[in-house]
């Protein structure tokens, strides 16, 4: 993720959710695989940004305020969020219009619950949908967060996804010890700018 990637989506959070974030899943390292990242993410058990670039160069992705957990329906809150980064930089607020936040479905064999991770909009017209395979999905404007497609076509196909867990000191220290690459380690040269836009803490020399 780049730095100024890192301070849009920074922004918009709380300022202990924005102090530390630690790289879960990247498909370069763990493979196109639904099933490690689910495995991956267990280890945070907490909000969570997901980052996807398409094949048409686009970037793009959801803030997750809940853990990604097997569901047949919908399920989280008003703190998730979409947005765009490139080739515009914007933030999608839920509307209050529905209550489809998250969805999380893994090896259910109905058509009517298609297996992959989304946010807002309805069943297989999501805002963002990654199918289980994770090689396709697809975007569209929903009323849950409004704005428009974050893709070029409706259609998706991920060149980069990326899993951020979001780590608050406290809450879950253990995480924040175990894995690598925080959000501050890795921006640490750019602590004036960090301090700037709220993401760095003070107390951190």
Not at 152 to 173: H, L, R, Y
Not at 188 to 204: H, Q, T
Request: with cysteine.
């Amino acid at each position: 993720m780049r730095k100024e990637y890192a301070w849009h989506i920074a922004g918009a959070l709380q300022q202990e959710e924005a102090q530390a974030w630690a790289l879960l899943y990247h498909n370069s390292v763990h493979g196109l695989s639904f099933n490690t990242f689910m495995g991956n993410l267990a280890v945070g058990r907490g909000p969570s940004i997901l980052l996807v670039k398409d094949k048409e160069g686009y970037i793009y992705g959801g803030y997750a305020s809940q853990p990604w957990e097997r569901h047949s329906n919908f399920y989280g809150d008003m703190k998730s969020f979409l947005f765009s980064l490139s080739p515009r930089a914007a933030l999608y607020r839920p509307t209050g219009a529905n209550s489809n936040m998250q969805w999380c479905a893994m090896n259910f064999m109905s058509a009517s619950v298609p297996n992959g991770l989304g946010f807002g909009g309805q069943v297989n017209h999501f805002g963002l949908f990654l199918s289980e395979s994770f090689d396709w999905g697809h975007s569209f404007e929903s009323v849950t967060y409004k704005g428009p497609r974050l893709s070029k076509t409706a259609d998706i196909f991920p060149e980069v996804i990326e899993c951020w867990g979001v780590v608050v000191k406290g809450n879950d220290q253990e995480t924040l010890n175990a894995v690598k690459g925080t959000v501050l380690e890795r921006f640490k040269e750019d602590r004036n700018l960090l301090n700037m836009v709220g993401i760095a803490n003070s107390s951190d020399q």
